[in-house]
């Protein structure tokens, strides 16, 4: 089966998003399915490596930090994956190559499938609109978004329902984003996990509680702040990998609450050596509830890491309270899960045991790949041309002598 990916950053950048996309390739690249991937550059310039088409793009930080619009684009490059004639097209962006990718679907005839990896009511103050009034508009672009798809995947069941809430009637189907656990499986000496410990100023004997992911207000880190502010019954570490807009306010908030000498910061970290950095930690902790899939609390799992995290749809199937871990509501609930961790050393390590078990049974990529692909063959079945009316054709037939804008 030929697929082709659409997302709108990819490696080596890194988030959930495009850890789930690089996962999924790779996976059906091992299943003897080719695949390329229709991304965004980091620059001007259009190129193409291993398959991966890189489009020349422009920064829009001023609307949200780190994110790209593209350029007008040269048919010839989008003209390329319209002779390779896709099967499939699967989008997981709903913006700069979602519209590329919609054109090849109209000039190949090659479905669409569509994964719904953000949840955008959580992010429309970076617009400066309020939860209220941007709902609306996330509501009717999402919709709009979806009507061009066969099919519909949702990461989790709290994702499923809030697109149902959205009036959209498409088949929407879950299917939790797989991982490529074998690099959270690799053995690391005791010499590689103390040098890295050394190198952050961290003590071995302190249990070292662990955040991963982008220091954006959607995380609520703060919220973990506040609850650690004041907690002075038994000691640990704090260390928080990552970085993004937010990072400025959770570090003067560390210092105004005296947390300085508790925590550390390590900026970004690069996927190949992440599996790393999760051995320092002992108990992976979030207060966020923006999250679609959760790839980070997968992560932690595998890397044996029971998980604190505040409640959440996402974490449904995830966590088993007690066992892989627990969720809280509220800042007592935090600190006596935290103690009875921190006082109870061989519920932590059985904890730790089974964090890992569970999800090397549940979370592999080659399984996720399965399902997709069973997605995938779904919406090539059912699939049928869509009927257009004469204006739509006149404008497409004036379009197709122009760039791609």
């Known amino acids: 089966m030929r697929v082709l990916l659409a997302v709108d950053k990819y490696y080596p950048a890194i988030n959930g998003v495009i850890t789930s996309v690089k996962n999924l390739k790779e996976a059906l690249e ?53 002779e390779w004639k896709p099967d499939v097209i699967h989008t997981n962006t709903e913006f700069s190559t979602y519209k590329l990718a919609k054109d090849i679907s109209r000039k190949t005839g090659a479905p669409m499938v569509h994964t719904y990896h953000t949840d955008y009511e959580d992010y429309v103050h970076y617009i400066a609109l309020s939860k209220k009034v941007g709902k609306p508009i996330v509501k009717a672009y999402i919709k709009h978004v979806t009507s061009y798809m066969q099919e519909i995947i949702a990461p989790t069941q709290k994702t499923k329902l809030q697109l149902e809430g959205y009036n959209i009637r498409n088949k929407i189907t879950v299917i939790p984003t797989g991982l490529d656990l074998s690099k959270y499986n690799k053995e690391y000496t005791a010499e590689d996990i103390e040098k890295l410990r050394t190198k952050h100023n961290l003590k071995k004997d302190v249990a070292t509680l662990i955040f991963v992911g982008r220091l954006g207000k959607e995380k609520n880190l703060l919220e973990i702040i506040n609850y650690l502010s004041d907690y002075r019954l038994y000691d640990y570490q704090f260390l928080i990998i990552g970085d993004g807009p937010d990072r400025k306010t959770i570090e003067q908030q560390i210092a105004t609450t005296g947390l300085s000498n508790k925590t550390v910061f390590t900026g970004m970290v690069s996927q190949d050596d992440i599996a790393l950095y999760y051995r320092l930690g002992s108990l992976f902790v979030s207060a966020s509830q923006s999250e679609t899939q959760g790839l980070t609390y997968i992560e932690a799992l595998t890397s044996g890491l029971p998980l604190l995290c505040k409640k959440d749809d996402c974490l449904d199937n995830v966590l088993i309270e007690g066992e892989t871990g627990w969720s809280f509501n509220n800042e007592k609930e935090f600190k006596d899960h935290l103690t009875f961790f921190l006082t109870n050393p061989d519920k932590a390590k059985e904890m730790s045991k089974k964090a890992r078990e569970f999800a090397i049974s549940s979370f592999s990529s080659d399984s996720f790949a399965d399902k997709v692909l069973s997605i995938y063959q779904e919406a090539i079945n059912n699939n049928y041309p869509k009927k257009r009316g004469m204006i739509k054709t006149a404008y497409h037939a004036l379009l197709d002598r122009l760039p791609l804008v």
């Open 30 to 82: 091992r299943k003897g399915h080719e695949v390329k991937v229709l991304t965004l550059s980091e620059s001007a310039s259009t190129h193409i490596k291993d398959n991966v088409i890189y489009i020349g793009s422009m920064s829009v930080d001023k609307i949200y930090p780190d994110i790209r619009i593209k350029h007008p684009v040269m048919r010839k490059y989008i003209q390329e994956l319209i």
